[in-house]
Nanobody
Framework: QLRLVESGGALVQPGGSLRLSCAAS????????VGWFRQAPGKEREGVAC????????KYSHSVKGRFTIARDNTENTVYLQMNSLSPEDTAVYYC??????????????????????WGQGTQVTVSS
């Protein structure tokens, strides 16, 4: 059974950068599209980036487009989220999740949290001076 663990969250200053990792175990990520989501206090979980099975296609939310980059290394069974030009509005717990490529309703991948079946503990990102 596929399991994902997020890591890399930290306290950073506005304008700084951070790279989050989503490490898979129990199954290969080759069959899955992967999404990054975040949830700030008092707000709903928001999809920020997703990536296709092979990594050639991506989607981003308007709020992060141009600042965040999602990438994957299937040989390491890991998906990354590079976050640049961070602002306090990016403060949230960040989660990754996966859905099999055949089940994706909105190709090439999904930013809708209800399309994903499970969530881990996430990793905290705090942007503050």
């Amino acid at each position: 059974q596929l399991r994902l663990v997020e890591s890399g969250g930290a306290l950073v200053q506005p304008g700084g950068s951070l790279r989050l990792s989503c490490a898979a175990s129990g199954a290969t990520l080759d069959y899955y599209t992967v999404g990054w989501f975040r949830q700030a206090p008092g707000k709903e979980r928001e999809g920020v980036a997703c990536i296709s099975r092979g990594g050639g296609d991506t989607k981003y939310s308007h709020s992060v487009k141009g600042r965040f980059t999602i990438a994957r290394d299937n040989t390491e069974n890991t998906v990354y989220l590079q976050m640049n030009s961070l602002s306090p509005e990016d403060t949230a717990v960040y989660y990754c999740s996966a859905v099999p490529a055949w089940a994706v309703r909105t190709p090439p991948c999904s930013l809708t949290d209800t399309d994903f079946g499970s969530w881990g503990q996430g990793t905290q990102v705090t942007v503050s001076s």
